[in-house]
């Protein structure tokens, strides 16, 4: 069972309380009416699926009731952060690479 | 290849069953295939082993990172059924359900398909709709259906709580009469022995590590034991195939997920049908060796690790309690998890790509197994001929963009 901090209630809760809700910091297109079918299909259904790091939303269903962001691993399913809607992750791919640390 | 026969069986028993054939070669890769298939599961052989024997390309390697039907193949529920709402889906299902009946003959492998049947339980006024709107859908494609009251789900499966005290009172059900299950294993073994046969190279422990495109074109992957050219790549990779399409630049339109499932210790005979629920969410049925055979939904979270977490576990086992309460004092042996790719439309992506030569076959998600023949069938075709099989056409990845989805949530039955 996962142990997720949630971020807006300070504390670390059981995996059964939160749903993961997918891919995180997706953009809706802002002129939908306007833009292609190709980045509308894109940003309705195509997804990074990354082996390795991925940055995903979660939503602590029966606690604050609100979204969040996770850093976790996909393969080892290691969290190694969850931060606020609205902000950026400290860890990514790139910061993983270049810092040669976990 | 050696023929099997029960002729055969009692003559190597006169000689203690020491001079069996292996069933396939272990051959060192050569330079250059006509085509390569990448993975090496139920899927990727049947891909391999029509290509050899319908279109007489033989010059076929299948690239595989570990052992043939290791992944998904030897990790599902092994359920076989047709009965998709939507005539793109139920052609599809039903062109692999008539080749999963002459299977066993056709590969001279016992596959052990058993038409057993398979329940699907309705458990609400919506459901029973439903039911009967798939059931008719799958009529006028030729497949068998029927509606069943909750009196003849108590007949044919009386193990089941049909009584009305449930908190979710079986109201009747769809049965699929030439539904049923196969051994998962010993279908990705006859696919391996009968491609093999043919003089397709199965390679394993080799990992494909990367793909070599020059203007466009594929021109063959880099692996774990070095480059290896060829000018059709068919990639068949389940859970990994975002991976091998990121090596080429794509980007799919799948997510992957574990999905798990479990079995009890031997128990004798109790349940000699297939049993879904949509409404409860499992799936139960019990194998040869008399293990009940357990599953239901995906983890919710992407992942790769072929393992499950425990809260899907307990949700699988209540839901399986509900529907059979004699079975809770039942242990569970084993459990596992497999990563499916799981597409938007729950349906499968059989598609070429903006890569002239480079094809795949994936997002079957949480119902691959039942159509490995029909997958590997029009998949093989697909590869030989350079454009789509008729049946393969709708499930194209453009559909995505152009909206032509084929939504088979839900409607095939069970949720995915």
């Known amino acids: 069972m996962l142990h997720i901090y949630c971020p807006y209630c300070g504390e670390h809760r059981e995996e059964s309380e939160f749903r993961p809700k997918g891919q995180a910091h997706i953009l809706r297109p802002k002129d939908p009416d306007n833009c292609s079918d190709e980045v509308w299909a894109d940003y309705l259904f195509f997804r990074d699926n990354p082996r390795g790091l991925h940055h995903e939303m979660w939503l602590h269903a029966t606690g604050c009731r609100k979204y969040f962001n996770v850093t976790r691993d996909t393969v080892s399913y290691e969290i190694l952060e969850t931060y606020k809607m609205g902000e950026q992750p400290k860890i990514t791919a790139q910061s993983r690479a270049a810092g040669g640390e976990k | 290849m050696q023929r099997y026969s029960g002729f055969g069986l009692a003559k190597h028993a006169l000689s203690h069953n020491e001079n069996w054939q292996r069933m396939w070669r272990n051959p060192t890769p050569k330079k250059k295939y006509d085509v390569i298939i990448v993975g090496g599961g139920g899927h990727g052989l049947a891909t391999a082993y029509y290509l050899a024997k319908e279109h007489g390309i033989t010059n076929v390697a299948v690239i595989e990172k570990g052992w043939l039907g290791g992944g998904n193949t030897a990790r599902n529920t092994t359920i076989v059924r047709s009965n998709y709402l939507w005539d793109e889906a139920a052609e599809l299902y039903e ?237 569970m042996n084993r459990q596992w998890g497999g990563i499916v790719d799981t597409c938007p439309d729950a349906c499968p992506i059989l598609s070429a790509t903006p890569v002239k030569g480079l094809f795949f076959n994936c997002g079957w998600g949480t119902g691959g197994f039942k159509a490995t023949p029909g997958s590997g069938n029009v998949f093989a075709w697909t590869l030989a001929k350079g454009y789509a099989h008729p049946i393969a056409a709708p499930f194209s990845i453009d559909r995505f963009v152009s909206g032509k989805l084929i939504d088979e949530h839900g409607a095939a039955g069970v949720a995915h």
């Not at chain 2, 709107?133 to 799958?138: D, E, K, L, P, Q």
């Not at chain 2, 466009?216 to 399409?245: D, K, P």
Request: charged share 20%.
């Open chain 2, 95 to 331: 062109h692999a359900m008539k080749l999963w009946e002459g299977l066993s003959q056709d590969l001279n492998y016992n596959v052990m398909f058993s038409q057993r049947g398979v329940l699907n339980l309705g458990h609400t006024l919506q459901d029973m709709r439903d039911i009967q709107r798939r059931v008719n859908a799958n009529r006028l494609n030729g497949i068998d259906g029927e509606v069943l009251d909750t009196q003849q789900v108590k007949e044919i499966c009386p193990v089941l709580d049909c009584s009305p005290n449930t908190r979710y009172p079986v109201l009747g059900a769809s049965w699929q009469p030439r539904g049923g299950v196969a051994r998962h294993d010993a279908v990705a073994w006859g696919f391996a022995r009968g491609a093999d046969a043919l003089g397709v190279d199965l390679i394993q422990q080799t990992e494909v590590i990367g793909m070599r495109i020059e203007d466009g074109q594929i021109l063959g992957v880099e692996t774990t034991r070095g480059f290896i050219a060829a000018e059709t790549v068919g990639c068949v990779a389940a859970g990994n195939s975002g991976v091998l399409a990121r090596m080429a630049g794509i980007k799919l339109p799948l997510e992957s997920h574990p999905l798990q499932a479990l079995v009890s210790e031997p128990i004798k005979p109790v349940l000699d049908t297939v049993v879904m629920s949509n409404h409860v969410h499992g799936y139960c049925s019990q194998s040869d060796k008399g293990d009940l055979v357990i599953g239901a939904g995906i983890d919710g979270y992407n992942g790769y690790g072929q393992r499950g977490s425990y809260p899907t576990i307990e949700h699988t086992l209540q839901a399986i309690v509900e529907m059979f309460p004699t079975f809770s004092r039942v242990r």
